[in-house]
């Protein structure tokens, strides 16, 4: 079948590019990019789409200049509007210190996102072929991703599309040398300081000793577990719901819940989390799934880990995930000098009121004899070796063994409040009070309560 007919084919029996789209290419000038103009231009009037092109130049090379003017060339002659701009890319990863590979992928999907907002274009169309597939595979593999990640590129990942995916890099080369189209060589794609490159030049042609069909056979398995990550995307979703909470900007998991599940699903349950917190997934790998899981399974019970761009912590029976790690608890003090609203440093009040009898006690709301406990008194943070004297204990506690039995994680240790009468405390506010101090028939009642 002829090359545009099969793309056309290809686009209606996929649904990635539906008629009537507002479509931006990516054109670098390469053989791939235009290979992807040319065939979208074919099957436009066909499929009424609206066509714009983008080109970056990245200011990597001395002849990037003449591949900018390539594609001005080749969008006039197609009579398709471009959207041109230059990006000292260089530069950037310096004043970034970051790796240039990286910096560069931003750039040009900040440039191309951004020129599709402004060019009323909802799809973005990449030119990544079966070939870019199974090199994709094999540098995650060697990076150590997981199974989501070996599934490598998705055809639509909404607002980018690859429509090439299907077809290999030969069967594109000979549809431009058919076409007798022209397109530029990028020197650098021959660089094997590039991972992807080394890939390309070494690891690929290396493994087709082995099986020369190896490079459809990867692509292949990457359309089976992409398949699969459907599947378990569904599962996921259900018990992300059932099990995940938000605390605060920490999303939380049920630790004995998530060592239930299978082993399968539990970690794409850990990706899940990473990505709710992270936004994206990208840099973290199968080990540090791993590590989560061992941190939840056989890690101390208030462990943490730090992860690229999240933290993960272990706090009992609930395993917190965030962007980055809690700053501590800045230390707090004030002198409570009479009955009065005070302002809390987590945003909360406390309210201190005399009152004629007693309205009962709760979680939020302690009640003293005023007479036992005259102001001033003191409101302060818990320190190591505070000790607290329990109802129903003829001695005095520590705060960290009664923290222990509560079960408190370690920040909300360090926020904890005690209100205190000289030494002695009489409330670790929210928590306990102590023993003693209880107001008596007819006596006034000083009513401490914590409020949201």
Known sequence: MFMPERFHTSLVQSGAIPPGSHVLVAVSGGADSVALLM?????????????????????????????????????????????????DVAEITRQRKANLEEVAREERRDFLVSTAQARACTLIAL???????????????????????????????????????????????????????????????RNTAFTRNRIRHDLLPLLETFNPNIGCQLAGLCDQLQQDNAFWSSLVTAELARCGRWRGEAFTLDCQELLALAPALAGRMVRAALQQVRGDLRGLTAGH???????????????????????VARRYDRLLFCKEKPEDAVPFELLLDGPGTYRLPDGRVLKLVLIGQALGESAGAVEFSAASVPFPLQLRSWRPGDRLRPSGMTGTKKLQDLF??????????????LLLKGDETLWVVGLRRAAGRRPKTGELVLRIVVEA
């Open 289 to 311: 799934v791993a590590d989560v899981l061992k941190l939840v399974s056989a890690g101390p019970p208030q462990g943490a880990l730090d992860l690229p761009g999240a933290w």
């Open 404 to 417: 222990v039995d509560l079960k408190l994680n370690r920040e909300d240790r360090q926020a904890a409040l």
């Open 39 to 87: 065939l979208l231009h074919h099957v436009a009037a066909r499929l009424e789409l609206h066509l714009e092109a983008a080109h970056l130049d990245h200011a990597l090379r001395a002849s990037s200049g003449e591949d900018a003017r390539f594609v001005m060339q080749l969008c006039a002659g197609l009579g398709i509007p471009l959207a041109l701009e230059r990006r």
């Open 127 to 189: 030119g990544h072929h079966a070939d870019d597939q199974a090199e994709t595979f094999l540098m995650r593999l060697l990076r150590g991703s997981g199974v989501s990640g070996l599934a490598g590129m998705r055809m639509v990942n909404l607002p980018f599309v690859r429509p090439l995916l299907p077809f290999r890099r030969a069967e594109l080369l000979l549809y431009l040398e058919q076409s007798q189209a022209a397109w530029r060589e990028d020197a650098s794609n």
